[in-house]
């Protein structure tokens, strides 16, 4: 007697159907998770970079009709706002900044959708700071008091997601930056052939 080999067809028929939608399910998991993965990662980025020119904005002009320092309170937690010493310090306030260059980098690492903290590496770099003593008016002459040097530097940004929104908790300097001179690089003798 021969078996019929015919017999296995229907279940053969459903294993195939369902690996296929495994294939599908995981592929689309995968999809998701990458789409929140970038999603935190650029979110990070830009509340980061925000949240540094806020900051630098607000200690240098420490004027509330141009620059509301309530602000803050959306990109840095609690906690880092009673504790940060540039905030709290009084070093350009006896300054009228007129300009002032900033530069912030954010190198985020690959956030993933279950992470709510984060240790972000980010340059912040200001430079070119020009003003003068508040108190100074302009019939007392050219004052030689220039502001004071920013502290540029490569900080790690501890960041933790607060009701779905990522803030800043903690900011610690991990190597000071000397800002250098914006000027033209010098032609070589290669260069010019």
């Known amino acids: ?34 789409f929140y993965a970038a999603m935190n990662t650029m979110n990070i ?38 504790g940060d010493p540039v905030l709290n310090s009084s070093t350009y306030s006896e300054f009228q900044i007129t300009n002032y260059y900033q530069r912030a980098d954010i190198r985020p690492p690959v956030i993933w959708p279950w992470q709510t903290e984060a240790k972000v590496p980010a340059d912040d770099i200001i430079t070119e700071i020009s003003g003068h003593l508040a108190a100074q008016t302009e019939e007392d002459g050219e ?14 940004l501890s960041m933790v997601k607060v ?10 300097l991990v190597q000071a930056v000397m800002p250098e001179e914006t000027s033209m690089p010098e032609e070589t003798p290669a260069a010019s052939e």
């Open 163 to 172: 009701d779905g929104v990522w803030m800043i908790d903690g900011m610690e």
């Open 45 to 82: 980025r830009m509340v980061a970079k925000d949240a540094l020119s806020l900051r630098a904005e607000v200690v240098l002009t420490h004027d509330e009709e141009k620059v509301d320092s309530s602000q803050l309170q959306n990109y840095f937690t609690e906690r880092f706002l009673t």
């Open 143 to 156: 004052d030689t008091t220039k502001p004071p040097e920013w502290q540029s530097g490569t900080y790690e």
């Open 1 to 34: 007697m021969v078996a019929k080999e015919g017999g296995n067809k229907p279940a053969r028929g459903i294993l195939y159907i369902l690996s296929r939608l495994a294939i599908v399910v995981v592929a689309a998991a995968v999809v998701v998770v990458a």
